[in-house]
C-alpha cells in the first residue's frame, strides 16, 4: 500500500466538504494512514469468482405506488430547523463569486 | 418504591394497581436525578413522560409494553424533543416526526423518560466520542460502559429506565450491553424499520434493544418489527420457531489470542449450561472472521461518508465544521476509500470479501441453529485507555461486526461478573430470521441459572 501523504489528506477533505485546522490535518495523518494500512491487508484475500455483497436479504428494486402521503411535511414545518429563510425558502450559501476578468 | 426490572412485573403492578404510572415517572425521574454523574441522558422529557402516565393510568389496558419507562438512543427521532445523534452538528434540532420505532412503542403503552448519550453519530465502542461528553459505566464510574449506545444501556442497567432503544451497526447493542450487564438485541438486517432513525452506514443499520430479560427484548421486538412503507429494505416475515433438538455451534477463530482468560471462561461456562439442558455443542469454523475488522472499517466509514453528506448546515442543524474528530475521520477514511482509483482497491474488495463472510455463516447455519461467542475480547476498559488510538478502538469491535455484514440477528446475555466486579456475557447469532430460535435459547439460558435482574 501507498503511503498516505498530507496532499491526499487535503484532496479528500475537499471532496467531503471538511475544512480541516493545521493541527487536524497533522492528528489525522497518521491516524488515516494507519488504518488504511491496516483495512488495505484485504488486498492479499482471494476474491477470484466472487460477487461482491451490498444488500443481504436479496432484495432488488423495491417499488410503491407513486402517490403523496398525509404525513408529508408542510411549508411550515419543513421550514422549522432554522433560522435562516426567506419568505418561505431556505437561504442558502452563495455558490457563484463575482467575476474576477472585468 | 421496589422498583420493577420487568415489564411483565411493570404490568402486573399496574394493572393490580401496585402502583401508577405517575409514581412510576416519579421514580425513574428521581433516580436520573441521583444519577445524573453518569452523564446516560442528553435530554430528558418529563412534561411527555407524565402526559402519558396519566393517559396509561386513566385507560389501564392489557397493552404488550404498559408503563414501560423507555430512554431512546438520540439517534431517534421524537416528534418535539431535542435529538442531537450527540453531535454539536444537531445541538439544538427538534425533530418534526417521530421515528416508527419510537410511534410504535408509544402505541403500546411504553413511557418515553428522555434520550440517551451515545459516541456522536453512533461512532465508537466506548462511548467517548459523544460530543457531549462520555458516559460511565454504572457498575464502576472508571470505566466505559462501551458503545455506541451507551447511555442506553447504562440506563437500563442503573435502573434510569425500564427498556431502551439502540442501533448496532458493528456491536453498538450489544457491546454496552455485555459492558453493563444488559441483555442487548440487534434484530436481523431488515427486520425493523429505519425509518427516522438517523443513519450510519445504512447496508449494516438495525434497530433494536435493551432490557434485563430476554423475555423484554423479546416483547419489543415483536412490537417494533414489520414494514412500515418508509423503509424499503424491510420484509415482513413468518418468524418460524424451530422445533426439535437445538444445536449450538462454537466458533474457533473466536477464542484466539488477546481474548480475556475471564471472557473465554463466562462464555464456556455459558456452553455447558446449554449442554445441560440438551442443546448439543459443536465445533464450527467462521475462516474469513480474520477480515471482518478490515471489512467493517471500509465499508462503513463509505456508507458513513455518503449518510453524513447531507448535512450542510442549510435545512437544519449546524455546518460542518461543527463535526467532531472522529466524525471527521470516518469521513476522510469514507471519501477515500470511494475517491477514484482507490474503489476497487478497497470498497469493492471489501464488498467481495464481505460475500466470503456470508458464505461461512451460511455454511455453518446449515449444521447449528446459533452460534455462541463472545461479544468483546475483553471486560469494560477504562475511560481514555484507546482513545488516542483510533485503530486500537476499531480492533475491539472484532467480534461484534460478523453479524453485521451477514446481517444475521445476534443476542447478547449478561452471565455474571469479573474479579473486578465488571459485568460478563456472551452473545448467541443466528441465521436470517431466526429470532425465535435465538428468544427459545436464551430465555432457556436465564430460566436455567434462575436469573435475576439486579442494579448496581
Redesign the interface.
Known sequence: MSK?TKA??L???K??????SDA?IE??LP??S???N??????K?N?AG????????G?TD?F?DDEV?E?S?DQN??L???D?IYNGY????AILEGRTDK | MNLPLTIKDTKEGLLTKKFSAVELVDEYLARIEKNKDLNAFLTISGDFAYEKAKVVDSDLQDLPLLGAVTAHKDLFLTKGVRTTAASKVLES??P??SATAVERMKKAGAIMIGKTNCDAWAHGGSGENSDFGPTLNPWNKKYVPGGSSSGSAASVAAGLSLIATGTDTGGSIREPANFCGVVGFKP???AVSRYGVIAMAS?LDCVGSFGHTVEDVETIFNVVKGSD?FD??V?DEKYEKKNGKLRIGIPKEYFVEGLDKEVEKAVLSASKVFEKEGIELVDVSLP?TK?A???Y??IQPAEV?SNL?RY?G????NA??T?G?EA??R???G???L?AGYYD??Y?????????I?ADFDKVFEKVDAILAPVSPTPAFKLGEKLND??KM?LSDVCTVSAN???IPALAIPSGFSQNKLPLGFQLMGS?FSEETLFTLGKLYQKSINYIPKLP
Do not use: C, W
Request: no cysteine.
Open positions: 498516505l491526499d489528506v484532496h479528500v477533505a471532496l467531503a466538504k471538511l475544512n480541516l487536524e492528528e489525522f491516524q488515516l494507519s488504518v488504511i491496516y483495512v488495505g491487508e484485504l488486498s484475500v476474491t466472487v460477487e461482491p455483497t451490498s444488500q443481504t436479504t432484495l423495491v410503491r402521503k404525513s411535511l414545518k419543513a422549522s430547523g432554522t435562516k431556505f437561504k442558502v450559501p | 434540532y427538534v418534526e416526526y436481523t438486517y431488515g447496508s412503507g424499503s429494505t420484509t474469513n477480515y475488522i478490515n471489512v472499517y471500509i461518508s453528506g450542510d442549510i435545512r437544519y442543524g460542518r465544521e463535526f474528530a471527521k475521520r469521513i476522510m477514511l471519501t477515500y476509500v475517491s482497491a478497497y469493492l474488495k471489501a464488498q467481495k470479501v464481505r460475500s466470503k456470508i483510533p485503530l476499531y455484514l451477514a446481517g436470517r
